[in-house]
């Protein structure tokens, strides 16, 4: 074998993923190395794969140097001096089957599972990821394909298994500020006997995730084993899908397609029924609200995905619920993880306080769910859709759902439970009506916007709390909603995107 | 206007093109700020825009600092420490043409303008040229697509212009070891009375460029200015591109495409010719070598890519003269700067140790090409194909030509002019025939890449002496060629993937 000997130059920078190594453009001759060759370093025993990137200045990485990034320098224990062994590897092969896809064939099986196990290897650079995308936007992927993704992405990390004929999920395809009806439906679910492994993802372009908003109660971040032990115990959990190796190709796909904001439909269906699949779901919710500022923008975008969730599910052996609802304006008066935590606290409590559209769509939301799971149970499978409305209200209504919240609350770690004992941030700025009337709409990604720059979900008492929304008669000077922000630079920068975005329209 | 005071971090490397900077995630939320959105970053008067990344560990960007790459630093005149201002800009226009290419819609003339100045301006990322390229892979680019990217190619920077009704030039699509015609072309051409500014690119994959081979004999990294004096002086020059702002968009391109080997022929045939328009040319000779191992394949393809040059060329007002060549084996016997430095002045000069086959191939290609233009000289409209074969043979063997070459390597700044003077590498090894018979194959990819390891082009006393080529009888333990490279271990690595690469079939 043909090998160069290096010193290790720390690079102090992390990729987030890709594992890059750099050579001066000197040293990479000696082997004919190129821009994006793959070459395999060994420090003793420990050995990786990373991607090639050529230094032409002496100030990046100096001559008989090898200038490593964290993720690299993790793999193999090296440190800054340490010395390496280069080899020259041969391309993976998945790099043939992108460039298959971007040319229109339709990839196999084997394919898939090879460009997926090299993406979560960290053995495909940024812009080869790119091809790939761009393959699957262009041409699309048939049923099959995205089976086979879907497949290939649960498997590219760990699988939760659960010993239940019937194990429920929900999702929603977000967009809509509030709108925090899973902890509540999770509730609902658990307290009428159902396991409910719930993970859930933290805010990337929102201001509060689930797992955020989840976060102010009790400890989300437990790891498989935990998990496993709490859903045992009491049929369902509250976590951070973070936290757990699930289906962690996803994350690294969804990172390529921010920049030109590429929907390809088939990563958008593969990447939510993935994270479904990962936790071991039998059966699955999922809510698309459809709205002018809402992910979704019309009925019919709505039903047709609702008919593709329906065939993959049916492929991969899960059983999918869609609800399509109404994603015009925020839901809920809070925004941001406290604002959220303390509406959803309410609604469980049966607190005089609770936003109502929060409660009904969360109760409509677990009795179609009920519906849906109804033949599993001889007692109630010739029951009616009325018969699980007033089911889910009942279980809500009589403390059932909050008394199986609160053992989640404690069996994962509990912070709070008393909506009145969370704080909110220290600084406040109303936003009041310039004139009187109707309000007549609420921009959904304005409201998001401006409780982000306020601080959420980072600072989690920080938000918005929406006292007036779309439909309501206001007064000139009535207070629409407060901007919660945790100091006067961040409230200040929130109150002059107020200013710019104007999200609110009264008549 | 909102935004942030930050101190520089100097993360002390460069990404070679495109403008980066790095915020700590907390930082980056003050702003709502996500990876690929557009920054402006300030420094007293220096402004500069950059592609944003986030760093999620403080090792890499501490909290209140801002990780700079050297070609930002560079922009603003900023240093380790400085003090500098971020606000959010708009993210360009050209994202949402890419996204239309990616799509399949046809881009107008001002959409691809506005593409190629982002991508000039460093205001694209890598991943979002990956989206270009892959739009114009999948769905291709016709014939006003690119003619229009040829032009704002060529736009991208500087344009020659040249005082003359006639400005000739030349591009061979390369992969032929050897092969060095242009020196020897652009001198007959230029005894013949024509003007001829040469620019050459340095070698990327190949063991010698035409600018690697005539930086042995004279200064080649001459500027517009330069090039401009030496042309009206003596009617040419040979001279390096990259020394010159011309075409710039094209190398950016040329490395998003490598990856994944991506032949977007409308990029092809774009990148060729904006080289050429950027130098004023008229008329312009494209060779075309086919081959197994050559980088066109077949007969069928070399037509098809001459049609639409030709096409092209009518709509963009120069004049194309496309020749198929055989491209089965080296040309040549010397592959490496200095060693093809040393078969082009033999030829040159008459000298009887000059390889026959480089010496006719130049003669034709000059030929063909004085016949093409012929129609712009009264004297010489109607002549016939064999007289400027023996037009271009008399230029040569007169001395006429060698006079011309001397005149342009003394014009750029001389270094050496006599082939016996000039050095060849301190280490050798002879490959010797296993067994008597006749050569049937050379491997053109084998050659190269042996050359490169013994140290061509930078090195470039290193390379390969053929002794024997294709078609040539052997007996066993005849040295079929020669590797020299300037230290034992390059020759011991050249030696060590010959022996893995099995490049020269004998029958």
Redesign the interface.
């Known amino acids: 074998m ?1 090998f160069l000997k290096l010193k290790v130059k720390d ?4 990729t ?1 993923k890709t594992l890059v190594a ?1 050579l001066h453009k ?1 040293d990479a ?4 190395l ?3 060759d793959r070459i395999r370093i060994t420090k003793g025993l420990k050995s990786t794969i990373a991607v090639l990137d050529i ?3 002496k ?2 990485v100096p001559l008989g140097s090898i ?1 490593l990034f ?1 993720e690299v320098l993790k793999r193999i224990k090296a440190k800054d001096s340490s010395n390496v062994k280069i080899f020259l590897e041969e391309k993976p092969k998945s ?1 043939y089957f ?2 298959q896809k ?3 064939r339709k990839l196999k099986k084997e394919e898939i599972e090879s460009i997926i196990k090299d993406l979560v290897n960290n053995n495909l ?4 990821l ?2 790939f995308i ?2 699957c ?3 699309g992927l048939d049923l099959n394909e995205t089976v086979n993704l879907t497949k290939s992405i649960i498997n590219s990390g760990d699988v939760l298994k659960w010993n239940k004929k019937i194990v429920l999920d929900k999702h929603c395809i977000g967009g809509i500020p509030g709108n925090r009806t899973t902890p509540i439906v999770v509730s609902i679910l658990m307290a009428a006997g159902y396991t409910v492994p719930k993970t859930s993802s933290r805010s990337i ?1 929102s201001p509060a995730g689930t797992a955020d908003t989840m976060e102010v109660l009790t400890k989300v971040d437990l790891n498989a084993k935990q998990i496993k032990k709490v859903v045992t115990r009491i049929g369902g959990c509250m976590t951070w899908g973070g936290g757990v190796n699930l289906a962690p190709a996803d994350d690294a796909i969804i ?2 397609e ?5 929907d390809s439909e088939g990563n958008l269906l593969s990447s939510i029924l993935a994270k479904k699949g990962s936790v071991g779901a039998t059966h699955v919710l999922i809510d698309i609200p459809i709205g002018k500022t809402a992910k979704v923008k019309t009925r019919e975008h709505a039903l047709h995905l609702k008919r593709e969730f329906e065939k993959i599910g049916n492929k991969i052996g899960m059983k999918i619920l869609v609800l399509i609802t109404n994603g015009s304006k925020p839901i809920g008066q809070g925004i941001g993880p406290s604002l959220e935590a303390i509406d959803l606290l309410y609604v469980l409590k049966n607190d005089s306080r609770a936003p109502l559209d929060l409660k009904k769509k969360s109760i409509e939301l677990a009795s179609e769910m009920l519906y849906f799971v109804r033949a599993y149970n001889s007692k109630t499978k010739n029951k009616s859709k009325k018969y699980f409305l007033d089911q889910a209200k009942k279980l809500l209504e009589s403390g059932a759902a909050w008394n199986k919240m609160r053992k989640v609350i404690i069996a994962q770690g509990k912070k709070i439970d008393n909506p009145d004992k969370i704080n909110l941030a220290k600084f406040h700025f109303d936003y009041k009506a310039k004139k009187s009337g109707k309000i007549i709409s609420v921009d959904n990604k304005t409201i998001s ?1 401006i409780a ?2 306020a ?1 959420a979900p ?1 600072d989690n008492a920080a938000g918005i709390f929406m006292y007036k929304n779309t439909g309501n008669k206001i007064k000139k000077g009535d207070t629409i909603f407060r901007i919660y922000a945790e100091n006067k ?2 409230l200040k ?1 929130a109150k ?2 107020l200013i710019m975005l104007d999200g609110i329209k009264i008549k």
């Open positions: 043909i690079m102090d920078i992390s987030g750099i000197v001759k000696k082997l004919d190129h821009v994006s230094a032409n200045s100030k990046t200038g964290e790099l992108i460039r971007l040319k229109g650079s940024q812009v080869e790119t091809y761009s393959g936007f262009v041409h372009t990172k390529v921010r920049p030109l904001s590429i916007k982000r720059i601080g980072e630079t961040k920068y002059e995107f």
